[in-house]
């Protein structure tokens, strides 16, 4: 199993910055790519941006490209997402999720969420 927590959400002002920050524990040698998902009220939940391990090959919605950075400690495994020039539009809760290979099967697990609101 592999439980996951998000936190660094908060409040900030248009053009700030936030890091995310996802720990994992549990079978975590087992994880081999890592997301961070969004969801805004009203609407589908959206994947903003992933990381494989090991490699740390990444990809971006193109929404957040140039301004989102997913990096990965995998001594601490820890996952993060440094987000600058934030924008109204990235209000939303986001969610950490990751990919683990157990006994032979692909599982997913999902964090519970930190709750970010970009706003003067």
């Known amino acids: 199993q592999v439980k996951l927590v998000e936190s660094g959400g908060g409040l900030v002002q248009p053009g700030g910055s936030l890091r995310l920050t996802c720990a994992a524990s549990?079978?975590?040698?087992?994880?081999?790519?890592m997301r961070w998902y969004r969801q805004a009220p009203g609407k589908e939940r959206e994947l903003v941006a992933s990381?494989?391990?090991?490699?740390?090959?990444?990809n971006y919605d193109d929404s957040v490209k140039g301004r989102f950075t997913i990096t990965a400690d995998n001594a601490k495994n820890t996952c993060y997402l440094q987000m600058n020039s934030l924008e109204p539009e990235d209000t939303a809760k986001y969610y950490c999720?990751?990919?683990?290979?157990?006994?032979?099967?692909?599982?997913?697990?999902w964090g519970q969420g930190t709750q970010v609101t970009v706003s003067s």
């Open positions: 549990g079978s975590t040698a087992r994880i081999y790519v």
């Open positions: 999720y990751a990919e683990a290979r157990l006994y032979g099967t692909d599982t997913f697990y």
């Open positions: 990381i494989t391990k090991p490699g740390s090959n990444t």
